[in-house]
């Protein structure tokens, strides 16, 4: 994003007024965070005292003052990771780096964060890295994961993305099985979610084979629509904090049997999908 | 005009006026904290809370943001108010113990104790210095930072705002503060919490042009001495 994308244009009064937050997303989507500077510039162009935008900047979580690291570590600090040990494990990431929650260690590789829901309560704790799910952490593999990701994540996992074979999901909210075997796609049953569009609501059924993205919905979906999962079972909508590496739309969480989970993008037609096994092997 | 009930008694008030402006127009007292007038409603202390509505259907609301309605039924003074008062009161006293304002509106209720852990806040949250700042003085120079528990009044970044006059309005409004405003120090003697530190009336020298809204100035006076 370049500078005339992120500066109001003074024919549009209206986006003077309500554009902070976007404009404050845009700046740190080309920065990873909020520099000093380019907040003064934002309180220039949309006629605000600096201190409404700087209220703007501190009160939401996604918004960060300071240089964020190279990984993003989220800990899960939400009830069912709370109560299944995720401050231990916040604690433990935080002596491997030598940083506290917030902070960036000081070669800017990692930062770390403590979120209240990852949405994947099934699995906790969860650890989250660079939007790849890291369900049931155990202290002592903490260090280990670590030092993975510091190894490249990105190589390990492109190996068994090219790898056709059938996934057993369930959902991550309720971990109720989203596998109908009285429907076939490729062979395979299929994945069975409820899905919401455009004040559409019905069924659809994916391809539970990995790459091969075959769907079949109840009404049709026009191509480029993001579209709301919801687990046929608790009805609770399949949502994650991880945005699509291809388009930016949000993931869709859903657990593998066996351990792990597997996120697809939930636009129609975006190929954007990734596997994270958490080191279980698929025979 | 709207026709409302206060206490029992009618009374005609223009539209758009609050309860609050329409209950202390009729003489009934109505405790705040958090509102002034010449600054926008607010309702952040809840003190002025009034009883709309008839059992059992009533409900609370701050008075200071509630505009009037026709038919209203207010109760300024019912007994489910004076409690919902006095338990927020024994909160205020609670986060912010030393200031002479909550200590004087809490013996005027008789409160003589307070429930709940003892904490020693410099603020409350009432905004009035944020208010007072960008209302009155245009300025804007301080606002609300963060949110939940680590929400702090103050300046960008923690550093010296380059829009503030330092006018001293935020001291001179804030009821929290009242210790340090009146403290034996000049250094002291301002408050400083929102990082424009620089003690305007101590070193008033250096601003010949200086506003200052401080009257008398607790600090100017222990210098003269």
Same mark, same amino acid.
């Given at each position: ?15 003077? +007024?309500? *554009? ?19 907040? !003064? ?51 433990? %990431? ?32 969860? &650890? ?21 990701? +510091? ?38 049953? %299929? ?18 084979? !990995? *790459?091969? !993205? ?23 909508? &399949? ?11 949000? &993931?869709?969480? &859903? ?15 975006? +190929? ?5 096994? *958490? ?5 | ?22 209950? =202390? ?22 003190? @002025? ?6 059992? #059992?259907?009533? =409900? ?6 509630? #505009? ?28 912010? #113990? ?78 929290? @503060? ?33 506003? @200052?809204?401080?009257? #008398? @100035? ?8």
């Amino acid at each position: 994003m370049n500078h005339q994308e992120t500066s109001i244009s003074r024919a549009e009064p209206d986006r003077v +007024k309500t *554009g902070v937050i976007q404009l404050l997303e845009a700046i740190q989507a080309k920065h990873g965070y909020l520099p000093k500077e380019e907040l !003064y510039r934002v309180a220039r162009e949309t006629n605000k005292p600096l201190v409404d935008i700087y209220g703007v900047a501190t009160f939401y979580r996604a918004f960060s003052l300071v240089p964020r690291g190279r990984h993003l570590i989220s800990v899960c600090l939400g009830t069912a990771c709370h109560v299944r040990g995720g401050p231990t494990v916040a604690k433990e %990431v935080e002596k491997i780096l030598g940083i506290k929650a917030g902070q960036t260690t000081e070669d800017r590789e990692f930062s770390l964060e403590t979120v209240n829901c990852l949405g994947a309560c099934a699995l906790g704790p969860v &650890m989250v890295i660079d939007g790849h799910y890291y369900p049931k952490v155990q202290i002592a593999r903490v260090g280990e994961i670590i030092e993975a990701v +510091k190894l490249g994540q990105k190589e390990r996992l492109v190996e068994t993305d090219q790898r056709l074979f059938p996934l057993e999901v369930s959902c991550s909210r309720c971990n109720h099985s989203l596998m109908d075997s009285r429907h076939a796609i490729d062979g395979h049953p %299929v994945i069975r979610v409820t899905v919401a569009f455009d004040n559409k609501h019905g069924r659809m059924v994916l391809s539970s084979v !990995y *790459g091969s !993205y075959k769907v079949e919905s109840e009404h049709p979906i026009p191509e480029d629509t993001v579209v709301n999962f919801f687990c046929p079972h608790c009805h609770a909508e &399949m949502i994650g904090g991880a945005k699509c590496g291809e388009c930016g739309a949000s &993931m869709v969480p &859903m657990i593998v049997r066996g351990g792990g989970i597997v996120q697809i993008c939930s636009r129609k037609g975006c +190929k954007g999908h990734m596997l994270d096994l *958490g080191g279980v092997v698929i025979d | 005009m709207i026709t409302l009930h206060i206490n029992g008694l009618k009374v005609q008030v223009e539209e758009g006026t609050t309860v609050l402006e329409a209950a =202390r127009f009729l003489g009934f007292p109505i405790p705040t904290l958090c509102h002034m007038e010449g600054l926008s409603p607010y309702g952040a202390c809840r003190l @002025c809370v009034v009883e709309i509505g008839q059992e #059992p259907n009533s =409900r609370l609301v701050s008075s200071c943001t509630f #505009p009037v309605e026709e038919g209203l039924h207010v109760r300024t003074a019912s007994r489910r108010v004076m409690r919902a008062r006095k338990m927020i009161l024994e909160l205020l006293l609670a986060s912010c #113990p030393q200031s002479k304002v909550i200590q004087d509106l809490a013996s005027e209720f008789h409160i003589t104790q307070q429930r709940f852990r003892q904490e020693y806040e410099d603020c409350i949250m009432c905004g009035l210095c944020v208010r007072m700042c960008k209302e009155q003085m245009m300025s804007g120079a301080i606002g609300f930072r963060g949110r939940g528990q680590k929400r702090s009044i103050g300046t960008p970044f923690d550093i010296t705002s380059d829009v503030c006059r330092q006018c001293g309005g935020c001291i001179y409004v804030c009821p929290a @503060c009242m210790l340090r405003c009146t403290y034996t120090e000049p250094e002291k003697a301002i408050c400083g919490g929102c990082a424009n530190i620089s003690i305007p009336c101590y070193v008033k020298d250096q601003f010949k042009d200086m506003m @200052c809204y401080m009257d #008398p @100035c607790v600090a100017c006076e222990i210098k003269k001495d």
